[in-house]
């Protein structure tokens, strides 16, 4: 919560057994230790590091460089010492050169010229750059240190680590530019959170808690913890416009960030080189920091991936839909519910109830209440089966209900959808006797095609009704 800092859960992956906690978990690590002499050195010394490895917790324990989600530090205390304004504009170019040291964005394409809000959503590096450069050394150190960097946030649980920082002594020029945009700098993950909490709660660093509250065996509290406010960083005006600039990266490329339809949500994702560990540039941290409600925050959430493999590794593509699932199910939990517009809830996927067994009176009420629409296939009044059934689909989709036992379904051909926008691949499924189920995060988004994986392969002859997944994606990456 970021607003008392109560921590609502933390989790390490991969995890070991607490039950077993000496047996290795990695599986690989496993296999090299039961080809080694136990009582060897080099078996004690591999254990020693594999046991050190698994029993860490990460968000407390690890440093990390955060990448671009420390923008969102970087614009907070600008805006506050009033060295930038919204206004201002500044230009990309690709890159930058600072001193003797060249500087280049994540993207090949020049963003061009932008202002604050525009270089956040596209998460610019050389314009966080240019910021970091009008705030100036010492002022970036002093809020760095404000925003609680340089210090144990103080939550409640062991072993917690604190950053390694390049001082002010030390600040050049170079240095300040690889530090705005979130290098340089190694901090813990629950330094970030709290960071950016004060960001968007308000401008107030609290201590983050574990314990709630302490109950006796009669389930009397006995012990409450109180929220710690340790300072205020920034006013709440800069925090009331942080919030309002990253709900806009939201909502301005819903498909690489934490996008989830009905919710006002706020994010920014990040991806740092591990230069100290591969000095090629190739091996990344990433990461993504989603809040909501976008106006006034109850949860946010930090999701650090270290080492993504694979062809994906942007923050927005490996950590922003983590983020997107546990934000799914965690707000309505909470009591947090999606408001649709009217051209989101005619846009909205439904689930596709059971009406087996249903009169068919009954059965077409229940599914015309969510927008869908009935096509009754027999003369009897009750319904046997169904097509589809818990399924996703498209809002005013079609269910194909049949209430003779001995019926036979009608069948169509599934159509090829490959290179499809939605509103095409809906249509056309739509023409068969099809419905959509729309996957992927980019599905949302403008240029988003359907790729080559859709659920049933085109040829293949199945039930009118049935649902076919899609994912669907845009071709370029949004942002780091």
Request: proline share 5%.
């Amino acid at each position: 919560n970021p607003k008392t800092g109560q921590i609502y859960a933390m989790a390490t992956s991969d995890p070991y057994d607490p039950n077993e906690p000496a047996a290795i978990s990695d599986e690989k690590t496993a296999a090299e230790l039961a080809g080694l002499d136990e009582d060897s050195n080099d078996y004690k010394q591999k254990q020693l590091d594999a046991w050190s490895l698994q029993w860490k917790n990460k968000a407390v324990s690890e440093i990390y460089n955060p990448g671009s989600v420390f923008k969102v530090i970087t614009g907070a205390s600008a805006l506050e010492e009033k060295t930038i304004t919204l206004n201002d504009i500044f230009g990309c170019g690709t890159q930058i050169q600072v001193e003797d040291t060249t500087f280049h964005c994540w993207s090949f394409t020049d963003h061009g010229s932008q202002d604050f809000a525009q270089a956040m959503l596209n998460s610019c590096n050389p314009v966080f750059i240019q910021i970091g450069m009008k705030l100036g050394s010492e002022k970036f150190c002093q809020y760095y240190n404000a925003f609680g960097f340089n210090e144990l946030t103080g939550i409640d649980l062991p072993a917690e680590s604190n950053s390694i920082s390049m001082p002010l002594s030390n600040m050049g020029p170079v240095q300040l530019a690889s530090s705005s945009f979130g290098q340089t700098n190694k901090v813990t993950p629950i330094q970030m959170i709290t960071a950016y909490s004060a960001a968007i709660n308000g401008g107030y660093l609290v201590t983050p808690q574990v314990v709630n509250s302490i109950t006796d065996e009669n389930g009397n509290i006995v012990k409450k913890m109180d929220t710690v406010v340790r300072r205020q960083v920034i006013s709440e005006d800069t925090s009331a416009t942080m919030r309002e600039i990253l709900e806009g990266v939201v909502e301005g490329q819903p498909g690489s960030n934490c996008y989830i339809k009905g919710y006002r949500i706020g994010g920014k994702s990040g991806t740092s080189q591990k230069m100290d560990e591969d000095s090629t540039g190739q091996t990344y941290v990433s990461s993504y920091c989603a809040f909501a409600p976008a106006d006034d925050p109850e949860i946010v959430m930090l999701v650090m991936v270290d080492h993504p493999t694979g062809e994906k590794f942007y923050g927005s593509q490996v950590a922003a839909p983590i983020c997107v699932n546990v934000l799914s199910d965690v707000l309505p939990y909470v009591g947090i519910f999606p408001e649709y517009d009217e051209s989101e809830l005619a846009d909205l996927q439904v689930s596709v109830p059971s009406v087996q067994y249903y009169t068919v009176e009954e059965a077409k009420k229940t599914l015309e209440d969510l927008g869908l629409e009935v096509k009754v296939k027999g003369e009897g009044d009750t319904v046997v089966k169904q097509t589809p059934v818990a399924a996703k689909i498209e809002h005013g989709g079609s269910v194909v209900l049949y209430t003779e036992a001995n019926a036979k379904e009608e069948t169509v051909t599934v159509p090829e959808l490959k290179g499809l926008t939605k509103e095409q691949a809906r249509a056309t499924l739509d023409m068969y006797g099809l419905n959509l189920t729309a996957e992927g995060s980019g599905y949302e988004e403008e240029g988003a095609v359907a790729q080559s994986d859709q659920s049933v392969g085109a040829g293949q002859s199945v039930p009118m009704g049935t649902a076919v997944s899609v994912t669907f994606a845009v071709t370029s990456v949004g942002s780091q």
